[in-house]
């Protein structure tokens, strides 16, 4: 079981960028999928999640309207499309799954089982 993400890179305020996770070993039909990122000094956030039943999506505040979460069960890949890049959303941004639907709620890291190896998000003019 391995996800890999890719796509980081650095991009001036206000541009865009996509990440990619691609997951190896399981069907990822059976999963939820979710991006988390963490600054330097600062705790890992939830961005978003996809679920694994109807695709219902779900975003942080601070991205809401500026990222958009997809997924391509086809491909067994994730993407996350950002908008409107803010200095704020440098960090390393993580995939992760997780079995659906969640114990308490998508935006704590326990509930995932396994994670990507994180790409850097560099928002700086």
């Known amino acids: 079981v391995q996800l890999q993400a890719s796509g980081g890179g650095l991009v001036q305020p206000g541009g865009s960028l996509t990440l990619s996770c691609l997951a190896s070993?399981?069907?990822?039909?059976?999963?939820?999928i979710a991006w988390f990122r963490q600054a330097p000094g600062k705790e890992r956030e939830a961005v978003s999640c996809i679920d694994s039943s109807d695709g219902s999506e779900y975003y942080a505040e601070s991205v809401k309207g500026r990222f958009t979460i997809s997924r391509d069960n086809t491909k067994n890949m994730v993407y996350l499309q950002m908008s409107s890049l803010k200095p704020e959303d440098t960090a390393v941004y993580y995939c992760?799954?997780?079995?659906?639907?969640?114990?308490?709620?998508?935006?704590?890291?326990?509930?995932?089982?396994?994670w990507g190896q994180g790409t850097q998000v560099t928002v700086s003019s």
């Open positions: 070993g399981f069907i990822l039909d059976y999963y939820a």
């Open positions: 992760a799954i997780g079995e659906w639907p969640f114990g308490i709620s998508w935006i704590y890291p326990q509930e995932y089982d396994h």
